[in-house]
């Protein structure tokens, strides 16, 4: 694995990130327009692990990629970083290179600008692009409905019991799904009433 | 018996108190403040006794002088692990806790003890300690001279640090669902990766 300085990042890696996302995080709408189809992951840990290693690995070798990049999203100014924020990561350690992010939400994206996965802080991460990754992923991981809606359940408990703002979930399914689905994924999660602005 | 053998009696029988006393203290905050009780109920009991004795028998001499300094020790001493045990009691977090060690375990044990405490919760895989303070646990888990600020520059407040034994520890003193965390990584023993939430109970 290989570590990059920010100014390197910013020579080599940027074009290729804002090919891919806008810059947002996984609560927003990250993508760029031409990267699809998109789907939500539940139960994703800040790096590539089980069920989810395996399907991207398989992908990345399909596409003829030989590693990836990874993105802290949340920097400090280059001047005051003491340890690197951006790294590639051969295909040989994906299973091996998550202690370096955890606990930074971040970017895993191809070294092509095909695709990206964007993750959160609260277990739940975006992918976009590349038909044949997200294909993968939905063959792979069998039980995506069920994570949806145990994502859904943390959010209503969150929201319940500490009062959070959860009004960022609409535009985000929106963005990964279209508004259509969206709307009929938060009918079925009783959480229509994020919709109508009013609980 | 001779003096000299009821001196080495009491000396013996006060030791044995003593110990017992001490260890019952130093087992749960309960037994220093029954222990503490008891210190001031004699003290005082003897206090009063050995000013009744000044005053209707032998008058102020060094012997009873003595046994009041000694009972005004034993009093403060009490006083002292009465508040102690309080302290200790409400340390532990609940008012149900009243047999939990009085020392707090750190490093890898301090772990053992959060996890142990800890319950599924909201989130993929996230465990809870309802209304334990997540701060004061990564500091006792944390290797002291290995703490530093939390990489991510947006999360003001926060830390991270290494796992005595090995593996990384991380508090977050706010989340996207509001609750504070602390991420453990790759410590021997465990999951790659554990999140905690310190949700309010």
């Known amino acids: 694995m290989e570590s990059y300085t920010e100014i390197e990042f910013r020579k080599n890696m ?28 539940y139960g994703f840990h800040w790096y590539l692990h089980e069920p989810w290693l395996e399907p991207v690995v398989r992908t990345l070798k399909e596409l003829g990629e030989e590693g990836f990049y990874v993105s802290a999203l949340y920097r400090p100014k280059p001047e005051e970083q003491t340890q690197p ?21 971040n970017a895993i994206y191809s070294v092509n600008s095909q695709w990206g996965i ?21 063959n792979a991981v069998g039980d995506l409905d069920y994570r949806l809606s145990e994502f859904f359940k943390a959010w209503k408990d ?42 | 018996m001779t003096r000299w053998e009821w001196t080495g009696a009491h000396a013996l029988s006060g030791g044995i108190i003593g110990g017992v006393a001490g260890g019952i203290a130093a087992a749960a905050p309960i037994g ?59 340390a532990s977090g609940s008012g149900l806790r009243w047999l939990s060690p009085i020392v707090p375990t750190t490093g890898r044990a301090a772990l053992n003890e959060m996890h142990a405490k800890s319950e599924p919760g909201s989130g993929w895989d996230v465990r809870e300690v309802p209304g334990a303070n997540a701060e004061k646990w990564f500091y006792r888990i944390a290797d002291p001279q290995s703490v530093g600020p939390h990489p991510n520059p947006n999360i003001p407040g926060g830390l991270k640090g290494k796992v005595p034994g090995g593996g990384e520890i991380f508090y977050r003193p706010f989340t ?13 023993g465990y999951t790659n990766y554990i999140k905690y939430h310190f949700p309010p109970r």
């Open chain 1, 14 to 41: 940027d074009p290729i990130f804002r090919a891919i996302f806008t810059g947002g995080s996984a609560y927003d709408a990250p993508f760029q327009p031409g990267i699809q189809p998109r789907l939500l992951l």
């Open chain 1, 85 to 105: 924020y951006h790294w590639f990561v051969p295909l040989s350690e994906a299973a091996s290179y998550g202690a370096v992010v955890v606990s930074q939400e």
């Open chain 1, 118 to 138: 964007i993750c959160s802080d609260e277990d739940h991460a975006l992918v976009g692009g590349s038909e044949l990754l997200v294909e993968n992923i939905k």
């Open chain 1, 158 to 199: 969150y929201h319940r019991r500490n009062k959070v703002d959860i009004t960022w979930i609409p535009p985000m399914l929106s963005h990964v799904y279209g508004p259509e689905k969206a709307a009929q994924l938060l009918r079925q999660a009783q959480l229509d009433w994020l919709l109508h602005g009013e609980e």
């Open chain 2, 32 to 90: 220093l403040i029954v222990v503490g009780t008891g210190g001031v109920i004699v003290s005082g009991a003897d206090f009063i006794h050995t000013i009744n004795i000044m005053k209707a028998e032998t008058g102020i001499t060094a012997c009873t002088v003595t046994r009041l300094l000694v009972d005004v020790a034993g009093a403060v001493f009490g006083g002292v692990g009465i508040a102690k045990g309080v302290q200790a009691w409400r």
């Open chain 2, 176 to 188: 996207g669902s509001e609750n504070p965390a602390i991420d453990i990584s790759n410590v021997p």
